[in-house]
């Protein structure tokens, strides 16, 4: 059997903060794909999906 997981509910600060971070990790993914249809390559691309990466850590890091 297994036992019932309690969640708390999270602060207001805490969601307002985890909606900005899934929003930014929306326009990183927007930009790394606008720069790619330009032609621009990993020079430009890569640091973005670095800070895509980390963002999503963070997310993830929050929600577990």
Avoid at 24 to 33: E, N, R, S, V
Avoid at 34 to 61: C, H, I, K, M
Wanted: aromatic residues 4%; glycine residues 4%; proline residues 3%.
């Amino acid at each position: 059997m297994n036992a019932a997981r309690k969640v708390a509910p999270i602060s207001h600060e805490e969601a307002v903060a985890q909606l900005a971070a899934a929003q930014a990790a929306q326009a990183i993914a927007k930009a790394i794909a606008a720069y790619r249809e330009a032609g621009y390559g990993s020079l430009v691309t890569e640091p973005l999906r670095d800070a895509l990466a980390n963002v999503n850590f963070s997310l993830r890091q929050v929600k577990s």
